[in-house]
Structures are given as structure tokens and as C-alpha cells.
């Protein structure tokens, strides 16, 4: 009988923890409204730094590619990878037996034409005395046509001696026939002499034509010296550059030519060297997101690492940020070179970095953990978070500093903070919906194209529209209480606000959570520095739990329908 009675309670136990375990799974999931608690942290003080990450490529300050300006066959190289080399020193040359044949013919015509020069200048010389002969021909015979002019003068005056004594018959006939005939003498004399005169100018006259022809000839053989020297020249500029030198001083990073390899520069200049001129000093070329570029600026730290030291930091500062940029798949992205000293000489070219730029570094500030910006209350409206919390970290920096996030990041806490503590009624809260839904869309068409002041000057105004329309669909208490609203959230009338508005939840007296508008800082992604608002240090914020939503009704408007628990 004992023994029945123990087996019968041992069966129905088992019976009744079926049934239990069979109620448990297949029991609805919602339970009660109450029976969950909230879990809160404190607000406390702390760093917080606010970075940018982005990916990068280490490169040289100043990369010099050596090429070629001649086509030519590499006989000799005399620097390889990693080689350090000096400016102007020799990398490699090219064959130069053609090049040094045709120097060799443009010396001896060079040197055939200042011979052929000597001997011009020989011929002018030689012209130059001839006519100073000739010169000296002409004066003699003028001399002597002076002196026969001297004498024909006298065989006249003798003649009329002669001739007065004849008339007074003192004189004889012979005496002046010999007196007619002096004169007649000198007379063709005198013209001979005119004469020769004549001639000897004009041969004068041919031998400047001479020295003319001579001079010419002279500087002709002088200007067939210089283009055969230019020629020259320009052979021997050839043949230095069959040594390729580097320009700089630095280091070999690539080698692009080998020994016997024919270079052909007909077209283009080809790149046998590239030289780094100082790894000392390396850049990093970031891409930023364009959502991240104007948080950047000159002089910031920057801390990355490369794969080839994963346990190394090394540490750089922006240089600048380049105005170009680049679309890939509709995403932009703009260059910044990062300046890193590379003294012992761990950073290569080609490495890839990834950084992270330190935007703002906030040390014993009020900080708010990023889960109590994300909590909401069951029954409250869902909006999205602030733009530095909902994106996480510094891309969310980035988002709010742009504007568009701001607003809508904005017009989301305007509308959730509305919705808790004026408790609309169910048409209102629609109506208040449409209308800021309406300044979201068309705000953004009447933003396009403006200027940073016609902007803010239409955000002005497109607020105010918004106030006066929210508060007509509204009752007298509760436009009260919404204008009082606008005008406690208003930069500009004390002191300008500053930061991105957001919202945390504490508990009230009552236990329920109780939302408390605040202003936030930067953000590192676990934390965000509290700017303004009514927190202190130590006071506890909800990140989580509390009571859940009521499930929607049945199909048959009894209690709401769920699956069976499967675990």
C-alpha cells in the first residue's frame, strides 16, 4: 500500500510539472506591464576625445622619377633598390660609340672652318694693305700734279715775259717759241697727271669693295664657327646625358631598367629610377569622408599604425587638406596629408596606415553614456538620436557639423520632447507631424544653392512658420506650454547654445522615467560630454529596461496572440 501511494504522488508530481513546463512554453510571452525594472548608470566626469578614423598610404615627401631623354641601350648600372645616392651622381649609362663618332666629326668642322676663317681674314688683311698702297699712289701723283701745275704756271709767266719783249722787239722769235712750247708742255702734263690721278681712285675704290667682300667673308666664317661649335655642343649635351645622374639627394624605391634593356624616348620620357628624396619625413595621403573633412584642421595630432608593427603607435600631424575631391560610387572623399617624423626609419613607402585624428580632446568634463542618449521609454515617440550618437562616435561629429543631420536630428527631438510633455491628443500629434515633416522636405529645396547667411537667415524664418503652424493645431493650454517651449530652446535671446540637442531619461519621484532635454558636446563613441542641461555629476540616467509596450489585440480583439516560446 506504501509503496502504491509513493508511485501514485511521484505521478502526479511528474504530472504536474508537465503540465508546468508545458504552461511555461506555451504561456503568452507578454507577462505583466510592471514586471521589468530600469537599469541606470550615473553621469560622471571624464576625457573624452573625439576622433576621425580614416585608412592611408604612406608616401615620400617628394618621389623624383629619372628617366631618359635619350633612346640608347643601358650598358652600365650602378644603383639598385635602396641604394642612397647623391645629386648628380651616376645611376646608369647608356651605350655612347654613335654620339662620341658624330662629336668627333663636329670638332673637325669646327676646326675646318676657323682655318677657313684664318684664311679670310688673311685675304682681308692682304686687301687692306693693297689699298693702303694705292692711297698712297694717288697722294704721290697728286703731289706731282701740284708740281707740274708749279711749273706750268711759270712756263706761263715766262711766256709773257717773252712775248711783251717781242712786241717792243727786244726780244726774238725763238725765244718765244721755246716760252709756247714750256707751256703746252706743262699743259699736257698737268692733264696726264689729272689723269692718272683718276685712275688711281678708282682702283682705290675697287679695293674697298675688296675689303667689303673680305669683311663679309670674315664674319660669314665667323657665324659657320658658332653653328658648328652650337653643333657641337649639342652633341656633347647628348653624350652627357648618356649618364643618367639623380637630382637630388635620397634613396632608390624602384628600379625600372635593366642592364642590355634598350630605352626608346622617342615619345615619351620612360622612368628607369624613382627616388625618394628624404624618408626621414614621410606623408600619409588619408581618405576623408566628406562628412569628416571640416572637422579637420592644420596642426592636429594624429596617432596610427601599420600592419608590419601591430603593436607600435606611431604619432604625425595634419599637414593640410586637399581642395580636390574624389568621387568613387557616389562617395566622396578629399586627401589629407598627414606629416610623420620617420627617424629610424621603421615607415616605408607603400604601408598602409590607419589613423585616427584627434578632433577634440575634452579632459574632466560632465559625460553622458552613449546608451542613455539611445534609451526610450516604452510608448514614447521613436525618433531618431542625436546625429553624434545614432552614427556612433566621430562620424556622427561629422554628420551634425554638416547641417542636414543637425536639422533632422533637431526636428526629431523637438518632436519627441513635444509628444512627452505636452501629451497631444491623437488628430494633434498627426497635425504636428505633417507640419514638421513639411519644413524637413521643403526645407531642404529652399536650402539649396544659399549662402551660409541666407541659410541661417531662412532656417530664421522657416522656424518661425513652423512655431505659428504648430501652435494653431493646438489647444490654448498646451499652446502655452509649446510657446514657452520655443522660447526656453532659442539660441540667440541670453546665451548662444552650443552643441547638438538630445535627450536622456531619469527616474522620477513617481519611478517613472522623466525626460530631461540636454545639449551635447563631442562624442568618442562610448561617451558624449554633456554641454547643458539639468544633470550633475553622480545623478543616475536610464540606458535600458522598464516596462514594455503593450502588444497589439488579437484577431478576435481578445488578449494579443503570440508564438510559443522556443527557448
Known sequence: ?????????????????????????????????????????????????????????????????????????IVEILADYNSQVKAGQIVARLNSDQIKTRRDAAQADVAQAKADLQVKRAQLDRA?????????????????????????????????????????????????????????????????????????????????????LAEGQVQSGEALISQREAKLKDILIDLERTDIRSPVDGVVVQRQ???????????????????????????????????????????????????????RTFEGRVEMVRLGAQTIQNVVTYTGVIRVANADMALLPGMTANLQVVTEDRRDVLRIPNAALRFRPAGAAV??????????????????????????????????????????????????????????????????????????????????????????????????????????????????????????YVLGEDGQAKAVPVMLGPTDGAFTELASGDLKDGQPVIIGGGPRAAAAPGPTGGPPVRGPRLF
Open 383 to 504: 525618433a531618431s538620436a542625436p546625429a553624434a550618437v545614432s552614427r556612433g562616435g566621430a562620424e556622427g561629429q561629422g554628420a551634425a557639423s554638416s547641417g542636414g543631420g543637425r536639422g533632422g536630428a533637431q526636428g526629431a527631438a523637438l518632436r519627441e520632447r513635444i509628444e512627452t510633455e505636452l501629451q497631444p491628443t491623437p488628430e494633434q500629434k498627426q497635425a504636428i507631424a505633417a507640419v514638421l515633416q513639411e519644413r524637413r522636405t521643403g526645407g531642404r529645396e529652399a536650402m539649396a544653392g544659399l549662402s551660409d547667411e541666407e541659410r541661417r537667415a531662412a532656417f530664421r524664418k522657416a522656424r518661425t512658420e513652423m512655431a505659428a503652424k504648430v501652435a494653431a493645431v493646438l489647444d490654448p493650454e498646451r499652446k502655452a506650454k509649446f510657446e514657452a517651449m520655443m522660447q526656453e530652446g532659442r539660441p540667440g535671446r541670453a546665451a548662444p547654445q552650443q552643441g547638438t540637442p538630445g535627450r536622456v
Open 257 to 311: 631598367v635593366d642592364l642590355g634593356q634598350t630605352v626608346a624616348a622617342s615619345l615619351s620620357t620612360p622612368t628607369l629610377f624613382q627616388i625618394a628624396q628624404d624618408l626621414r619625413t614621410i606623408d600619409i595621403y588619408a581618405n576623408v569622408d566628406e562628412a569628416d573633412v571640416g572637422r579637420l584642421k592644420r596642426g592636429q595630432p594624429v596617432t596610427f599604425t601599420v600592419n608590419a608593427y601591430p603593436s
Open 128 to 212: 687692306r694693305s693693297t689699298r693702303l698702297k694705292a692711297n698712297s699712289t694717288v697722294r704721290d701723283l697728286e703731289a706731282q700734279r701740284d708740281r707740274t701745275a708749279a711749273q706750268l704756271a711759270d712756263a706761263k709767266r715766262t711766256f709773257e715775259r717773252q712775248n711783251e719783249l717781242f712786241n717792243r722787239n727786244t726780244g726774238s722769235q725763238q725765244a718765244l717759241d721755246t716760252a709756247r712750247t714750256q707751256v703746252e708742255v706743262q699743259v699736257a702734263t698737268l692733264a696726264s697727271s689729272e689723269a692718272q690721278i683718276a685712275s688711281a681712285k678708282a682702283e682705290l675704290n675697287g679695293l674697298d669693295a675688296d675689303i667689303l
Open 1 to 73: 500500500m506504501g509503496t502504491t501511494l509513493r508511485k501514485w504522488l511521484i505521478g502526479s508530481g511528474l504530472a504536474v510539472l508537465a503540465v508546468a513546463a508545458g504552461y511555461w512554453t506555451l504561456r503568452p510571452a507578454g507577462g505583466s506591464a510592471n514586471e521589468a525594472a530600469y537599469r541606470t548608470t550615473t553621469v560622471d566626469r571624464g576625457q573624452i576625445t573625439a576622433a576621425v578614423r580614416a585608412t592611408g598610404t604612406l608616401t615620400p615627401m617628394t618621389t623624383v622619377l629619372v628617366g631618359s631623354q635619350l633612346s640608347g641601350q
